[in-house]
């Protein structure tokens, strides 16, 4: 039976046009959140208040779960923890590192097997003849992390997917106090671990709130973590990370399906699903955002390069509108 489309879907404005050789050839709809330090909605595109998948933008705030719980990571291994990771040779060291120092191994990662998420990277990994891993897959980081909590819980680790795992349990528990709502689904992510639904608006709330976390806190040592290691987070080809090096004092996590989320250093938040699901589209329009927040970042050429090839050449690209002029 069709599930009726939720209203961040369906009542999203278009946000973003596909341009080439000056016609619109397709659009992109989203609904966005924008909160101010006290976590109030400052601007809102769209349903901001109607739950949705945030996927891996998730992470961070798994992290802090992980940390409540006893964990303690050095900061490179938590910006694994909380990252979407390419699979450069140094991802994958830093992960089996991880793996090491909780006497695990490889095979103990129950995430699905999978080739590199990056292109350039998959290319380097399929033509070394090797095939998909739990290692390569994006989220390896967090599993071996999830694991590791386990063994300082004293938490059944065979079974850590399982969505009324206590591990589980406890990051359920833990996004919900963060965003101050009840997560109203829960469904498997791609990697196998639980995936929660929450708003775009706490979401956003979320990012600021851990942005200006103070150090010694589950959520600020999350926050240094990634601005410490922004190459760790993504990738060295990454908009995620080019947006963190290139934005002081920024916290910001990308998520599958369109979603981006960031927290900025003033407390500000902003969150965004494209209705799509277009990957295409999501930093395009993050940056729109930021701009018209007054952000100053050096990644802006990085995240509006969205080129749309005729022939292998540029005849247009992805732009954003409407997002200048405000919620309409």
Request: proline share 8%; charged share 20%.
């Amino acid at each position: 039976m069709p599930q009726p489309t939720p209203s961040a879907l369906a009542d999203a404005p278009v946000v973003a046009h596909v341009v080439r050789g000056g016609v619109v050839e397709s659009v992109h709809r989203a609904s966005i959140a924008v909160t101010d330090p006290d976590g109030s909605l400052a601007e809102a595109w769209g349903d901001p208040h109607d739950p949705v998948l945030p996927r891996s933008s998730t992470k961070p705030l798994q992290a802090v779960a992980m940390l409540r719980a006893g964990l303690d990571l050095p900061s490179e291994h938590l910006a694994l923890a909380c990252a979407s990771h390419s699979a450069e040779p140094f991802h994958l060291d830093g992960v089996r590192a991880m793996l090491a120092a909780a006497d695990l191994a490889e095979a103990d990662l129950g995430n699905t097997p999978d080739l590199p998420y990056e292109p350039y990277e998959r290319d380097v990994w399929v033509a070394a003849g090797h095939v998909a891993r739990p290692l390569a897959q994006n989220c390896s980081g967090k599993h071996a992390a999830m694991l590791a909590t386990c063994g300082v819980a004293g938490w059944d680790r065979r079974t850590y997917l399982d969505a009324d795992h206590p591990l589980q349990r406890h990051v359920t528990a833990t996004i919900e106090d963060l965003a101050g709502e009840r997560v109203t689904a829960t469904v498997a992510d791609g990697c196998g671990a639980p995936a929660v639904a929450v708003s775009l608006v706490a979401l956003a709330r979320v990012f600021g709130d851990i942005a200006t976390a103070a150090p010694d806190t589950p959520e600020g040592r999350v926050a240094h973590a990634v601005r410490a290691h922004p190459d760790l987070l993504g990738g060295t080809r990454r908009d995620v990370t080019a947006l963190v090096r290139g934005t002081p004092g920024v916290v910001a996590k990308d998520g599958a399906e369109g979603v981006y989320a960031v927290g900025l250093p003033d407390g500000r938040g902003v969150a965004l699903k494209v209705a799509d699901g277009g990957q295409r589209a999501r930093a395009v329009v993050l940056a729109a955002v930021l701009r018209r927040l007054g952000v100053e970042s050096r990644a802006y050429p990085r995240l509006e390069d969205a080129p749309v090839l005729g022939h292998g050449e540029p005849v247009g690209s992805v732009v954003a509108v409407g997002i200048a002029e405000g919620p309409g």
